[in-house]
């Protein structure tokens, strides 16, 4: 018999801007799945989400934005690629992490929270789901039943991984005997220099693409439970870069508009939108479909990892040669040469607070209650998904959240009370979108002064940048008016620092960071490993 409680699986991909869903205008190839999804349910067309990917996962997971100071903090990727090397141990990696990590929050209410508190089993599947390092104890507090996956975000880079955990439990993965995942395979990749050398060539120590694992324990997960209400969250990979897939899509094959690397890319899209697929066809067959809501997101804007063939410039420089400085050298489809459009047209990508650096992509299909193939411009924001699903669920969120419920955007019988505004944080500077459009973007010069408390108020004026855009009527962010409307620039200022407790700074990714105390690699040189 079916639940009376609907289902809940969120699909959050990483760095796919949404000009590359064809829901969202993406001409160049199909994302029937995702687009089946988007036919079935609602579009979000204000949707945003943070600047890059941990602080989207720590937000979401949260509920509140990462423009405060403290709150979570994001210890340093890599180190269990220095335990696959031998450089150090599993004991020493979790003492390292957890003496070392700031996890403010703990014992407040988490996105797992909320579900555990409605009475349901929840499982994560996929990426790791806080910071760019974790431990078996993290994952736990975050009130997750189950968890399959990475624990390092830099091993998230390649998809090979020679050992993932499951439960907190480290399983390796036979024939994948890479460190890195397969990460530095990429830059000797034939499939990508030599157009005559197949894809699917053999790769020695690369066996095991990782998504095909996370759709095999996924399909596991959902007939486990088919007779309880679950929330299932799967942060994927895809289509962050490297690029890697076993075999370029034969959909994009054949078509000779598109590079070597445009293909793997395209491919690794539409390996995203089979594991939707792979999800819809098993809900089908269990009589689940009906009862299950689906969301599909993304963490941040669009990422191109795919444009230096077709260019022949580095990932962060346009076609004219001049690097991308987010300032006076912005990102544009035009000038990037970006055959896909993959931000939708918007200025600016994954790092960037521009519009392309953080609108994403957000799909709600639940049938029977959202109106098929509709579409909102109300803004949201990715933390509001908690008070969403608290609204939902009848159960409180906990205190201290940001977010708000759109739930009135996805059925009848639920108000929708629209934020005011809503704050983002940009890898150098935070912004402010307001109801009614208008918007604020903070931005350091190279001259910007941080002295030992952060920001100053005397220094901002010299050492930011400060824009403000009409986004109605100037969606690439074009014309500056913060000179011709200086009340509304200083107004929407003041606000915005408040939102940033203060200092500017913590609407910047640097706060967050912390970094091992111990030298563990200088351990292990000086020890003859």
Not at 367 to 373: A, M
């Amino acid at each position: 018999m079916p639940n009376e409680k609907p289902n809940v699986i969120f699909i959050y991909a990483d760095d796919l801007g949404r000009g590359m869903l064809g829901c969202y205008g993406q001409k160049l190839m199909p994302t029937p799945n995702i687009d089946r999804l988007c036919a079935d349910g609602v579009r979000f067309d204000n949707a945003y989400g943070c600047h890059i990917c941990a602080p989207a996962r720590a937000s979401l997971l949260c509920g509140i934005h990462d423009c405060h100071q403290g709150g979570w903090a994001f210890t340093a990727a890599g180190i269990y690629i220095d335990y696959s090397k031998g450089l150090i141990t599993l004991d020493e990696v979790e003492e390292l992490i957890h003496n070392t990590g700031m996890d403010k929050l703990s014992g407040e209410n988490f996105l797992g929270t909320v579900f555990k508190k409605a009475g349901y089993v929840t499982g994560q599947v996929g990426k790791l789901d806080w910071g760019f390092s974790t431990t078996a104890a993290s994952v736990k507090k975050h009130d997750w039943d189950y968890h399959y996956g990475y624990y390092d975000h830099q091993m998230c880079h390649g998809f090979y991984p020679p050992f993932l955990h499951e439960d907190g439990i480290l399983t390796d993965i036979p024939g994948n005997t890479l460190p890195d995942c397969g990460i530095k395979a990429f830059m000797t990749d034939k499939c990508v220099l030599d157009k005559s050398v197949p894809v699917e060539q053999s790769r020695p120590g690369m066996a095991v693409y990782s998504q095909d694992l996370f759709d095999e324990k996924m399909v596991a997960f959902i007939r486990k439970n088919k007779d309880n209400p679950f929330f299932l969250y799967h942060p994927s990979q895809l289509p962050h870069g490297q690029l890697s897939i076993p075999d370029i899509d034969p959909r994009v094959a054949g078509d000779d508009r598109l590079t070597a690397m445009e293909k793997v890319f395209a491919s690794m899209v539409l390996r995203l939108d089979d594991t939707v697929g792979v999800i819809r066809t098993e809900l089908e067959t269990l009589g689940l479909l009906e009862n299950t809501m689906i969301i599909f997101s993304a963490d941040n804007g669009h990422a191109p990892y795919y444009a230096e063939e077709r260019t022949g410039q580095p990932y962060n420089h346009l076609i004219d040669g001049r690097r991308i400085d987010h300032l006076g050298v912005r990102y544009t489809t035009e000038g990037y040469g970006d055959i896909y459009d993959g931000n939708d047209g918007f200025t600016g990508i994954k790092e960037s607070n521009f519009e392309g650096g953080a609108r994403v992509p957000l799909i709600v299909s639940w049938p029977g209650h959202t109106k098929n193939g509709s579409s909102t411009d109300k803004i949201v924001a990715n933390y509001d998904f908690m008070a969403t699903m608290a609204d939902m669920l009848g159960v409180d969120s906990g205190p201290d959240k940001d977010g708000v419920s759109y739930m009135g955007l996805i059925s009848d019988g639920y108000c929708f009370n629209e934020h005011d505004y809503i704050v983002y944080a940009g890898s150098r500077g935070p912004a402010i979108v307001m109801r009614d459009g208008w918007k604020l973007r903070m931005h350091k010069k190279p001259n910007f002064h941080q002295g030992i408390f952060g920001a100053y108020w005397e220094h901002i004026a010299d050492g930011m940048a400060t824009e403000l855009y009409y986004l109605p009527d100037d969606k690439r962010e074009e014309n500056n008016l913060a000179e011709k409307y200086p009340d509304k620039a200083d107004a929407l200022c003041k606000l915005l620092m408040l939102e940033c407790d203060g200092n500017f700074i913590n609407g910047t990714t640097e706060p967050h960071f912390v970094y091992y105390p111990f030298n563990h690699r200088a351990a292990a040189k000086r020890a003859g490993k």
